[in-house]
């Protein structure tokens, strides 16, 4: 298998963009090796410029749930060009989709649109401050809510619960509301309570995809949402990730927690940048032009975007049993995997939850962010490599989660289940 040209490709890119990407885990820095350069995707498949196909356990993080070039999607973004790429103008699309999504979850009675996982989430956040009138906000060691300032926080050091920035260029005065607290972990949350009254919100991601897929234990999830009603807090699930692709009602249908907004992205756009969040009306009021929580995008409810997520949603409602049949398939994978790793010697940790499946080289199984940081990563990045010249390509980083797509057949799962196979051994030399 040769990927000269994805080389070239990235030497080139890497002169007029930083790192090469527009994204950085698009990089390939924690596996090694270079990225491929992608020439298109067909259903399972994606192609790269050297003529190589993978199968793809990517699905652009995580948009793609009825893999590349679903033609229902595809037809709703052609005959939505049609009409104008995008007017800064109330549109029928946006009432459609809005109207599809709150049909999907308990807890959301109005929803707003914007362009991305982080746009929403720092939404959701002013909105949750607004409504409180309170600053200070927790968030958990591991989850990821996208790149705002407030939330590129890492743990301090000593005792303190108090965040600092993970990121050069975030003044410490901006995080300096971000509580941190350890997840699955009720103890370090309590704490978080006992070190302030002004606690606007709590956000999690209920079913946490950003350190590998680690869920929350129910138990955890119920004490989390008794602590913020006794403080006051609201509690935010961030679902840009997990909606649709855990569940297609929502973590609150899963764990029977209710949150008091929720954040959306990925699935909801069907491969177009949408984010959205929502919440209860007496919430949402707050928001703009009606309330005093200013929020704002120019192609915020972009039709081209809503028609796509409308296409990829309403294939959902339709096909109401396809979340256990992609559970089923993920299951099989990681088992299979796990089953063939460990008759190399090999310790494999697995999870599933709808179409998400997740695993670590790891001896116990992961609860939190220092369990998966404890996980073997020279092993995972050898597997990452050695099955892209398999022709399977899967995250390139043991934080991230893999997606099964509908159109991830039961044979190709075999197929990928041997490949492993293959390359465990090859691994450990038996
Ligand atoms: C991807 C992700 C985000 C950020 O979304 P972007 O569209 O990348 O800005 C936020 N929260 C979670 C849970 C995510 O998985």
């Not at 009825?66 to 939505?80: C, L, N, P, Q, T």
């Not at 396809?322 to 299979?336: I, N, P, T, W, Y």
Request: glycine residues 10%; hydrophobic residues 45%.
């Amino acid at each position: 298998m040769s990927t000269e040209a994805s080389s070239r490709a990235f030497k080139q890119a890497q002169e007029l963009i930083p790192g090469g990407v527009n994204s950085p885990v698009r990089a390939f820095k924690s596996v090694g090796g270079t990225p491929i350069f992608v020439a298109g995707g067909e259903g399972a498949y994606l192609s790269d410029i050297d003529g190589n196909k993978y199968v793809d356990f990517v699905q652009s993080w995580g948009p793609l749930i009825f893999g590349h070039r679903d033609e229902s999607i595809e037809a709703a973004v052609i005959e939505a060009v049609k009409h104008g790429l995008s007017f800064g103008a109330p549109t029928l699309a946006e009432t459609k989709l809005a109207k599809l999504v709150v049909s999907f979850f308990d807890s959301i009675d109005k929803v707003r649109f914007v362009s991305s996982g982080t746009e929403a989430v720092m939404s959701a956040i002013r909105l949750a401050r607004g409504f409180t009138n309170r600053d200070d906000i927790v968030k958990f060691t591991g989850c990821y809510h996208g790149h705002s300032d407030a939330l590129l926080v890492e743990a301090g050091s000593g005792a303190a619960t108090f965040g600092n920035p993970s990121s050069l260029g975030v003044p410490a005065d901006f995080t300096k509301h971000t509580l941190l607290a350890k997840y699955n972990d009720i103890q370090s949350l309590k704490k978080c309570f006992e070190s302030s009254n002004n606690i606007a919100c709590v956000i999690i991601e209920p079913i946490a995809g950003n350190m590998g897929l680690v869920q929350a234990d129910k138990e955890f999830l119920l004490e989390l949402r008794r602590l913020c009603d006794a403080n006051g807090a609201l509690l935010i699930f961030d679902e840009v990730m997990s909606g649709f692709r855990a569940s297609i009602n929502g973590a609150e249908s899963i764990t029977g927690v209710k949150p008091d907004i929720i954040t959306l992205g990925k699935v909801i756009g069907g491969g177009m940048p949408v984010g959205a969040f929502g919440a209860r009306s007496e919430i949402m009021d707050m928001l703009s032009p009606d309330g005093p929580v200013y929020q704002a995008g120019t192609l915020s409810g972009n039709p081209i975007a809503m028609a796509a997520g409308y296409a990829a949603l309403s294939k959902l409602q339709k096909n109401s049993r396809v979340m256990a049949v992609l559970e089923q398939r993920a299951k099989s994978l990681v088992q299979g995997m796990q089953k063939e790793a460990k008759s190399c010697g090999i310790s494999m940790q697995v999870d599933v939850r709808g179409s998400m499946f997740g695993f670590f080289f790891n001896e116990k199984a992961v609860k939190n962010f220092d369990d998966a940081s404890n996980t073997d990563a020279e092993l995972f990045a050898k597997f990452h490599s050695l099955m892209l010249r398999e022709g399977f390509y899967f995250a390139c980083s043991l934080y991230e989660t893999g997606f099964i797509s509908t159109a991830i057949s039961d044979a190709m799962v075999e197929e990928t289940i041997k490949a492993s196979a293959k390359i465990f051994k090859e691994i450990r030399n038996v």
